[in-house]
């Protein structure tokens, strides 16, 4: 019998990650985050509360949209807690230009785009399967479902990216992809085929793995004997493991990747270790699974206090703390006040762009489903 | 003689190939062997020399890759041609094609189209080893979201491939292998038919004959042999298996009051059996017997030496034709 995968990978063995903040909230950046460091260097004051402000106000209306689950307002809820650093710094790192292929989880990058997340939350009450319109929110493309079908959307929109005559040489206009994909992802054949496809084309792409060591109940050791960043190497690929619960971290490794992505680099692999907190999903329960002292000890790496930690370090004052907080409670209570109101969609809506273009079938299906509804209301009056 | 205007089914869709991509410049080729060796059936023969490798794209061998990429081009404005090398070899594409392709236009709820077309080279008689003779049509005519078509003479795969590409929705596109060689006449000045249309093809007056593909050219040869034997025949040919177009197939019934439908895959739970219901839901006071379906038997596709009798032949729809006559 195989020796059973029980266990997370034992990060202790690995090399430093790239790591800029301690946990304690320190810089004191790891070796092998030295060649990112310049990318901290365009980093405004601004931008740096900024990212507080997104992981905790994400932080907050992740505990919202969990109560409305609870509370029978969403059909399921799939909880981002942890992860918001990793998020964060990546999708912060993304330039207006670039386009965002997600898996279902990257609730921080979706607000970041311009996503309205009640808009997620349609989705997970059961009102809709898209949600949103990409052009419209950043080019943050719809929720995958089907664990690493995106990835091959994003390299052959990169492959687009590409014939299109990128890259021009101005990084200001030059565009670059960004998709997210899980530990768990990183055994399907999808995933692998779209890494082969883009260093094959060499297309102007970043990789971005979140590994929060599980895929619902089975560790990732299950998924790899190796670490995950050392795949790449096979693909033909630069690979960067990062600390995935340090925001700078993963600002500084994606924005590096990305930039060499967009002036015609080739694609690059981000592996953020990181940690889910929560269940999978609200239908999930952990405990049965995984051991109390493992979620202790990842919840004493947590990414927002970590953050906030270095911030005070730098000075920055209470009130902006207070603020933030405020801010995210009013972001909760609104997002909690539109979950109430919004109504079931009509039903003919189902029949609605099977096709963009006419199909003899939904048509009549939906003349045959609203004369039987009529039938009803008739036998009512 | 061949002479311009005259053309295998094969050449007819290389000429629409071309054609396509000289219109449209987002339109792509992309799949295995598709480059400087023209494909494996010789389909995009010349299209790499002339059009370059950033138009018709050799790519790395897999199909989920194919599609997977094609829809993310798709996204970026492209319109993408993938040819899958043969019909076996569809299914590693299944999810991207059943799953992501055809819900992608309706989860976007209008924000974005998915102009694709998947050429699927399929069907036997060509004597190949097992996974290169297959019929999986019914898996994707199933499927809502896709449109699926299949020409069987060269006039019409000129202009279904043509009319396919400039489809905003994704078109499977299958294309019989047996019928690649056989040379007729391409009209290449207007189609004959919009893309989802069926079409009489012979006139006859005691049992209609729909067929579709590969079968039409069979369905014919039977209708040849029975008026030989005084029985007269009438044969649609489908060509669209989503959306079929009933029309023609439904005048032909009430006329003849018999119908049987031909295909070279197995008849269970497949597109004939789906003809044979529709048919007897708008038609059954006019049939004077049952619906009769002709197909392959319900077995794996059997070795090379066995295609003869597990694919139906003239004979088979003849046996069938007489069953209904003889209700
Ligand atoms: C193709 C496919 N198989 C199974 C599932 C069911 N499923 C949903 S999430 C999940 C685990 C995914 O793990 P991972 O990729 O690590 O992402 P995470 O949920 O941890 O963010 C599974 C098995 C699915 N959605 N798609
Ligand atoms: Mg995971």
Partial sequence: ?381 | MSGPGVLTMAKALNQGLRDAMSADDKVLVMGEDVGPLGGVFRVTEGLHAEFGGSRVLDTPLGEAGIVGAAIGLAMRGYRPVCEIQFDGFIYPAFDQITSQLAKLTNRHEGSATFPIVIRVPYGGHIGAVEHHQESPEAYFAHTPGLRVVSPSTPNDAYWMIRQAIESDDPVMFFEPKSRYWPKGDVDLTSPASPLHASRLVRSGRECTVAAYGPMVSVALQAAEIAAAEGTSIEVVDIRSLSPIDYGPLLASVEKTGHLVVAAEASSFVSVSAEIAATVTERAFFSLEAPVLRVGAFDAPFPPAKLESTFLPDADRVLEAVDRSLGY
């Fill in chain 1, 1 to 381: 019998m195989a020796k059973s995968a029980s266990s997370t990978v034992d990060t202790t063995t690995l090399a430093e990650p790239v790591r800029f903040l301690d946990p304690d909230g320190r810089f004191a950046p790891t070796p092998a985050a030295e060649r990112f460091a310049s990318m901290l260097d365009e980093l405004t004051e601004a931008d740096r509360l900024e990212f507080y402000r997104d992981m905790a106000v994400v932080r907050r209306f992740d505990i919202e949209a969990g109560h409305l689950q609870r509370q029978g307002q969403l059909g399921l809820w799939v909880p981002s807690h942890g992860q918001e650093a990793a998020q964060v710094g990546s999708g912060r790192a993304a330039r207006a230009q670039d386009t965002i292929f997600p898996s279902y989880r990257e609730h921080a990058v979706a607000r970041i785009r311009g996503v309205d997340l009640l808009d997620v939350l349609r989705m997970l009450r059961g009102l809709t399967h898209g949600g949103w319109t990409p052009a419209e929110v950043g080019n943050f493309r719809l929720y995958t479902l089907v664990i690493g079908s995106q990835t091959l959307h994003a390299t052959g929109y990169a492959m687009g990216v590409g014939l299109d005559g990128a890259p021009t040489g101005d990084p200001s206009i030059d565009e670059a992809v960004l998709v997210y994909f899980g530990d768990g992802a990183t055994s399907q054949g999808d995933t692998n085929e779209a890494m082969i496809w883009a260093t094959s084309y060499q297309t102007p792409q970043v990789f971005f793995l979140q590994n929060n060591q599980w895929a619902i109940s089975v560790p990732v050791s299950r998924q790899s004997r190796t670490p995950l960043v050392d795949r790449a190497a096979g693909f033909g690929m630069p690979a960067t493991q990062i600390d995935g619960n340090d925001v700078l971290a993963s600002y500084a490794a994606t924005r590096y990747h990305l930039e060499h992505a967009r002036s015609g680099g080739g694609p690059a692999f981000v592996e953020a270790l990181t940690y889910r907190i929560g269940a999978h999903t609200t239908s999930d329960d952990p405990t049965r699974y995984r051991a109390a002292d493992e979620l202790a000890l990842w919840e004493s790496r947590d990414p927002l206090i970590r953050y906030r930690k270095y911030l005070e370090n730098e000075g920055v004052a209470g009130s902006f703390f207070t603020g933030v907080d405020e801010e995210a409670a009013d972001f909760a209570a609104d997002i909690r006040r539109r979950t109430l109101e919004l109504g079931p969609p009509p039903v003919d809506t189902m029949f609605d762009h099977v096709y963009s273009e006419e199909h003899p079938v939904p048509v009549a299906q939906k003349a045959w489903l609203s004369d039987y509804e009529a039938g009803f209301t008739e036998g009512e009056s």
